[in-house]
């Protein structure tokens, strides 16, 4: 097999968004979005494609290389890309326009179950997406058969630490910054009131 076929069947893509750049506004910004998803994604795809060329992992699905090269101090480059990629990937799903409200009742059973209440839960969301120091992430994850908030700094993942991701929060600045400065808790708490979709965490519940 050629260098080339390798390099081209295993090209990540940067995946369509699921919705118009404009139809999150006024939350997030289709400048924002133009921003974020047209080169800050892009640029991960495009840096994990150069990456992985000609490597043993050129022909690995994103979760693959996360896999296999998380922890490895020569391979950080490789893992932060693939990494960002994935994430970016999830957080677009995460996010619908119509979002926020109640969660799907089988999900909504499981949040209860582990927070107690709907608000508890989305302010542990909250407090997990801004006590976040610098760039990273908050999630919502299953772990085991409990779902529990989590946050990881720059491009880590769930995922490397054997949990399910059921929705994430960007708390990168690149996420907000030109919608709210440095206002990082009002683009979160807008996010989870009028954003985050709770049929995406449903779905991921399996
Ligand atoms: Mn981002």
């Not at 290389?65 to 890309?81: E, L, S, W, Y």
């Not at 119509?98 to 107690?116: R, V, Y």
């Not at 009131?193 to 449903?202: E, V």
């Amino acid at each position: 097999m050629s260098t080339d076929t390798v390099t081209r069947t295993s090209a990540h893509v940067v995946p369509p968004l699921p919705y118009a750049e404009s139809t999150l506004a006024p939350i997030i910004s289709a400048n924002t979005i133009a921003f974020h998803y047209g080169k800050h994604h892009k640029g991960y795809v495009e840096n994990l494609n150069k990456l992985v060329a000609g490597t043993e992992y050129a022909e690995m699905t994103l979760e693959k290389i996360i896999a296999a090269t998380v922890g490895k101090v020569d391979k950080i480059p490789i893992f932060n890309n693939a990494a960002q990629t994935w994430n970016h990937t999830f957080y677009w799903s995460s996010l619908t326009p119509k979002g926020g409200g109640e969660p799907p009742a089988a999900l909504k059973k499981q949040i209860l179950t582990s927070f107690g209440t709907l608000d508890a839960c989305k302010k542990e969301l909250a407090t997990a997406a801004t006590t976040q120091f610098g760039s990273g992430w908050a999630w919502l994850v299953l772990d085991g058969n409990k779902i529990k908030v989590v946050k990881t700094g720059n491009a880590d993942s769930p995922l490397a630490k054997g949990l399910k991701p059921l929705l994430t929060i960007d708390v990168w600045e690149h996420a907000y910054y030109l919608d709210y400065q440095n206002r990082r808790a009002d683009y979160v708490t807008a996010v989870l009131d009028k954003l985050i979709n709770w049929s995406f965490a449903a779905d991921n519940l399996g």
